[in-house]
């Protein structure tokens, strides 16, 4: 007979969108609440675009949002973010493409099965190619496919699974938040703070270099500890018999690969091109990952009809990315039409005045690192947070490529610690505890999280602008 305890549910953290749906409905309760406020706003001459008025702020008549405003609010904000669902969903055709040409997996395969498998440059070559892939197209959700084979690989090379995420998920992640060329989530974030498309880069790829060095300088210490003895590693005596290194000797890494892999390349300098030089913006964008992913498929041999059923899969594949989005930007929606954005920047900003710009920033990047507990969708959180920060930025005299910045490593990093993003799935992929996964990632992220706080101190003492 079953107890009362077997009856009892072990509690789940709600999902992105129910997190998501349940901020909304909270934010349309505090339509009622905080009062409504605006600023003035006037075009700042010598940038370019509007910023907010200093000392302008004033109450104006309370617009609360009612029930069946909130319904309404999420049809519009899905339509009200339609340029970035849009750029999403293509984006990931580009993406699905590569992948499903076989590309990717030979080269991979390419190096598994060199002599270099068998260096101790392995793992830092590997960390390197997948934090490229994040930090430039914008890799994370498809590495999940990939990372047993790489869990499998460690344990035979010696090394434990918290090895095997290292050398793949947590390298690309590394790389999505080191971001230079990521238009999921710097693309997005300067679009919404009125910045050329992937400029700064000069700090960017340093930001890249730094953190890549300081991770694989991390995992190297760690792994070679576990190989020379292999009790010290933190999930010693786990069965991970379920992990089999499935190599193909027989794959090649074909001319056509070595094509479609130099393709996407070219794809991602022709929108940094287009982008800094020709004034391109998301729907340019768009259309050159649409062209990119076409061009891939005829490459790859798949044939028209294939190429439709090829984008009707990776558009649903991209279903959660698009409710995520439509649903961040229903929560800027209701705060607008509640007209309580401005009360909030008002109450930050008065928080955070008489304090030096670099600590203004400093603070901002905490808040970024708190939000991305609720929102660890890196185009969910810069659609959400963005249109916030960006005045916030202006008034607190922060300037908007730092603000950017602040975001950048906010939503990047903490996936790896906050159970409601990335890490969880990486570590269940894995059957890594979370709890031995945290013993091993805590003092990194202590690390990266000092480091970025030096980098927000340097971008504002040199005045991080726009190019």
């Given at each position: 007979?079953?107890?009362l ?14 997190m998501?749906?349940?901020l909304t409905?909270i934010v349309?309760?505090l339509t009622?609440v905080?009062?409504a ?11 370019g675009y509007?910023?907010v008025?200093q000392?302008?702020?004033?109450y104006v ?13 999420i ?9 970035i669902i ?6 990931y055709?580009?993406?699905y493409e590569?992948?499903a040409?076989g590309a990717f997996?030979a ?5 598994l099965?060199s002599?270099?498998?068998d ?8 960390m390197?190619?997948f934090?490229?892939?994040g ?32 050398m ?5 992640a ?5 971001a230079t060329?990521n238009p999921?989530?710097?693309g ?8 050329p498309v992937?400029s700064?880069?000069?700090?960017r790829w ?6 890549v060095t ?6 190297m210490?760690?792994a070679?500890?576990?190989k020379?003895d ?12 379920a992990f089999?290194v499935e190599?193909?000797e027989n ?15 070219v794809t ?16 340019e ?7 990119s992913?076409i061009?891939n ?5 798949r044939?028209?009809e294939?190429?439709c059923?090829?984008?009707?899969q990776?558009v649903?594949?991209?279903s959660?990315a698009?409710?995520?989005?439509g649903l961040?930007?229903?929560i ?21 005045e008489?304090?030096?710009t670099?600590?203004?920033?400093e ?12 929102i ?6 810069a659609?959400?947070?963005?249109p916030?920060?960006?005045p ?19 939503d ?9 993003a990335?890490?969880a ?9 979370l709890?031995?996964?945290?013993r091993f990632?805590?003092?990194?992220f202590?690390?990266?999280?000092i480091?970025?706080?030096i ?10 602008g726009?190019?």
């Amino acid at each position: 007979m079953p107890t009362l305890n077997d009856k009892k549910k072990k509690f789940q953290f709600p999902s992105s969108s129910l997190m998501l749906f349940i901020l909304t409905a909270i934010v349309a309760l505090l339509t009622w609440v905080v009062p409504a406020g605006t600023y003035d706003m006037a075009l700042d001459e010598a940038t370019g675009y509007e910023t907010v008025v200093q000392g302008s702020y004033h109450y104006v008549e309370q617009t609360p949002v009612n029930l069946f405003r909130l319904f309404v609010a999420i049809q519009e904000g899905f339509i009200d973010g339609a340029q970035i669902i849009f750029l999403i969903l293509f984006g990931y055709f580009w993406v699905y493409e590569v992948l499903a040409s076989g590309a990717f997996t030979a080269m991979i395969n390419k190096l598994l099965n060199s002599r270099i498998r068998d260096s101790k440059l392995f793992v830092p070559i590997v960390m390197i190619v997948f934090a490229l892939a994040g930090s430039t197209y914008g890799e994370m959700e498809t590495v999940y496919g990939l990372l047993p084979i790489f869990v499998a690989l460690a344990i035979a090379m010696g090394y434990d699974a918290i090895v095997g995420i290292c050398m793949s998920g947590m390298a690309v992640a590394v790389g999505f938040a080191s971001a230079t060329t990521n238009p999921f989530t710097i693309g997005i974030a300067q679009a919404f703070a009125d910045l050329p498309v992937f400029s700064g880069l000069a700090l960017r790829w340093c930001v890249f270099v730094v953190f890549v060095t300081a991770a694989i300088i991390f995992v190297m210490r760690y792994a070679n500890k576990v190989k020379k003895d292999p009790t010290k590693s933190l999930v010693y005596g786990m069965d991970f018999s379920a992990f089999k290194v499935e190599r193909d000797e027989n794959m090649e890494f074909t001319t056509r690969h070595k094509i479609i892999m130099c393709g996407m390349v070219v794809t991602i300098l022709c929108i940094v091109y287009g982008s800094l030089k020709l004034g391109w913006f998301i729907n340019e964008m768009s259309g050159v990952f649409i062209i990119s992913g076409i061009i891939n498929a005829f490459i790859a041999k798949r044939g028209p009809e294939q190429i439709c059923k090829d984008l009707i899969q990776a558009v649903s594949e991209m279903s959660m990315a698009v409710v995520v989005v439509g649903l961040s930007r229903t929560i800027l929606i209701i705060m607008t039409h509640g007209q309580i954005i401005h009360t909030v920047i008002y109450a930050m900003s008065s928080l955070m005045e008489g304090l030096p710009t670099w600590a203004t920033a400093e603070i901002m990047l905490v808040i970024q690192n708190i939000i991305n507990f609720f929102i660890p969708s890196g185009s969910g959180q810069a659609t959400a947070i963005m249109p916030i920060m960006v005045p916030l930025a202006d008034l607190t005299e922060v300037n908007r490529q730092v603000a950017v910045l602040a975001y950048q490593f906010g939503d990047g990093f903490s996936n790896l610690i906050w159970p409601t993003a990335s890490c969880a799935i990486l570590c269940g992929i894995a059957k890594v505890p979370l709890g031995k996964w945290y013993r091993f990632f805590t003092p990194l992220f202590g690390i990266f999280f000092i480091l970025e706080a030096i980098f927000i101190f340097i971008a504002v003492q040199i005045n991080y602008g726009p190019f």
